[in-house]
C-alpha cells in the first residue's frame, strides 16, 4: 500500500548581525561589517511509514568579504528507521565532542571558517549513514562521497591570512583527489555515568596544510593541500552530581613523516541557584596539548590552558553567556557569548572575541598572529519562524 504524506513543516531562522572591528585590518580592511542570513528548514515524513525527509539550506550576505557571502545545503538526508536498523542518506551535520574549548574527534564535516572562526559553523557533508544500537552500544558506519574543501575570508574580509589564498586549485595527496571516498566507523554508549566514544575516521583531511604557490611571482598566493590520514579518536564524558570531567583525544597520521597525538581534557562544575531567581553558574577548566613542537604553518606549538563561566539564568527570556579565557606561551585569547529570548519568535545574540599576542616573538610565536588586529564584537538578531 502506498503510503499517505502528512502536512509538511517548515521553521527556520532569518538574522541579522553587525561587526565591529576595533582597529583596521592589516591589508586596510573596514572596520565595520553587516550581513543577513537565513535557515529555513522543511521536514516531511509520510503516514504510515518508516520514511522521512529533511531539507535545511543557508544563505548569507555580507558587506564587507565577497567569500562570507555564500550558499550551502547544511541538511538534505532521506532517513530510513526500521527494526534495528537506521539508514540515512544525502547531506547532513554530524557532532563528536564532549569538550568545551577545541573540539578534536569531530571530523566528518568541513570548517565553514568565513561564517565563524570558532570552528562550530559546518559545511553540510554527502554521506550515508548505517547504524544499529544494541545492547552493547551505538554503532554507526559512514560512507562519506565529495569531500568539502575549507572556506577562507577573501581580501576585503577579516580573518584573512598574510597572503590570499588560491581556494580555486587545492592540491590532495590522493589521486583522486575530491572524489575520494571516505570513510568511518564509530561505537558510543553510556555505561553508568559514563558517555563513552571510540572513532576511527580514514579519508582527506578536513585541516588542510598549506604550500606556496609563486606561479606568478608578483602576486604569491598560499595553495591549500588536503593530505590523506587516518584518525582514531576517543570522547568520554563523566556525569558526577555537580561534576562534568571530558576528554577528547586522538591520534592521526599524514601529517609528515611521524605519527602524533593531541587531547583536550578538563571538567565543569556547576553552582546550582547562585541567585534568588534559580541561575546556575558553571566554572570550565580545560587543558589542550599536542605531540608535535611545530604546527602547520611554521607555528609553534604551545599547550593553551582555558578557564571560562557559564551562567544559566533559567528565566523565561533563556538568558545565557558563556565567558572564556584561553591562555598560552605568549597568546592569549578572550571569548564572551551571550543570548537573550526577545518575545516569542526572536533572540538577541552579542558575542566579542580579543586576541593578544606578544608580537616581538614573530609571526611564527603564535597560530593566533594573523587575527592580533581583529578584536571584534558583535551583535545579531534572530527571528525563528
Known amino acids: 500500500m502506498t503510503a499517505t504524506a502528512q502536512a509538511a513543516e517548515w521553521s527556520g531562522v532569518i538574522s541579522t548581525e553587525?561587526?565591529?572591528f576595533f582597529k583596521d585590518g592589516d591589508f586596510g580592511q573596514k572596520q565595520s561589517e553587516f550581513s543577513m542570513a537565513i535557515e529555513p528548514e522543511f521536514y516531511h515524513r509520510w503516514d504510515d511509514s518508516d520514511w522521512s525527509i529533511v531539507f535545511k539550506p543557508f544563505l548569507r550576505w555580507d558587506s564587507l568579504d565577497d567569500e562570507r557571502t555564500h550558499a550551502d545545503i547544511r541538511e538534505l538526508m532521506v532517513r530510513y528507521v526500521g527494526g534495528e536498523w537506521e539508514l540515512k542518506a544525502g547531506i547532513s551535520k554530524v557532532f563528536w565532542g564532549v569538550a568545551e574549548s577545541q573540539h578534536l574527534v569531530d571530523i566528518i564535516n568541513q570548517t565553514d571558517f568565513v561564517e565563524n572562526i570558532d570552528g562550530e559553523d559546518k559545511l553540510g557533508q554527502q554521506m550515508v549513514v548505517l547504524s544499529t544500537e544494541q545492547e552493547f552500544g551505538l554503532v554507526e558506519l559512514f560512507l562519506l562521497p565529495g569531500f568539502r574543501e575549507r572556506t577562507f575570508a577573501g581580501d576585503e574580509g577579516r580573518f584573512r591570512f598574510p597572503l590570499p589564498?588560491?581556494?580555486?586549485?587545492?592540491?590532495?595527496?590522493?589521486?583522486?583527489?575530491q572524489h575520494r571516498l571516505d570513510g568511518a566507523i564509530r561505537w558510543s554508549?553510556?555505561?553508568?555515568?559514563?558517555?563513552?566514544?571510540?572513532?576511527?575516521?580514514?579519508?582527506?583531511?578536513r585541516e588542510p596544510l598549506f604550500t606556496l604557490d609563486t606561479s606568478n611571482p608578483t602576486a604569491p598566493q598560499l595553495q591549500p593541500v588536503y593530505t590523506t590520514i587516518d584518525q582514531t579518536g576517543l570522547d568520554l564524558q563523566a556525569t558526577k552530581g555537580a561534576w562534568l570531567w571530558k576528554l577528547e583525544a586522538m591520534t592521526r597520521s599524514g601529517f609528515g613523516e611521524d605519527r602524533y597525538w593531541a587531547a583536550v581534557g578538563g571538567f565543569e562544575y556547576s553552582f546550582y541557584g547562585v541567585t534568588e531567581g534559580g541561575a546556575d553558574l558553571g566554572m570550565i577548566l580545560e587543558y589542550q596539548t599536542d605531540s608535535r613542537d611545530i604546527l602547520p604553518g611554521g607555528y609553534e606549538q604551545n599547550d593553551v590552558a582555558v578557564v571560562g563561566f557559564r551562567l544559566a539564568m533559567n528565566d523565561i527570556q533563556s538568558t545565557e553567556a558563556l565567558l572564556a579565557f584561553s591562555y598560552a606561551d605568549g597568546q592569549s585569547f578572550m571569548n564572551l557569548e551571550a543570548s537573550r529570548r526577545l518575545g516569542d519568535d526572536w533572540k538577541a545574540v552579542l558575542e566579542g572575541r580579543v586576541f593578544t599576542?606578544?608580537?616581538?616573538?614573530?609571526?611564527?610565536?603564535?597560530?593566533?598572529?594573523?587575527f592580533r588586529n581583529d578584536d571584534y564584537i558583535s551583535l545579531s538578531f534572530e527571528r525563528y519562524f
Do not use: C, M
Open 18 to 20: 553587525g561587526r565591529y
Open 189 to 205: 554508549k553510556w555505561v553508568g555515568d559514563w558517555d563513552i566514544g571510540v572513532s576511527h575516521f580514514s579519508g582527506n583531511s
Open 165 to 177: 589564498i588560491n581556494q580555486d586549485n587545492p592540491l590532495y595527496t590522493d589521486g583522486d583527489g
Open 357 to 370: 599576542v606578544d608580537e616581538a616573538e614573530g609571526p611564527y610565536s603564535s597560530i593566533l598572529y594573523p
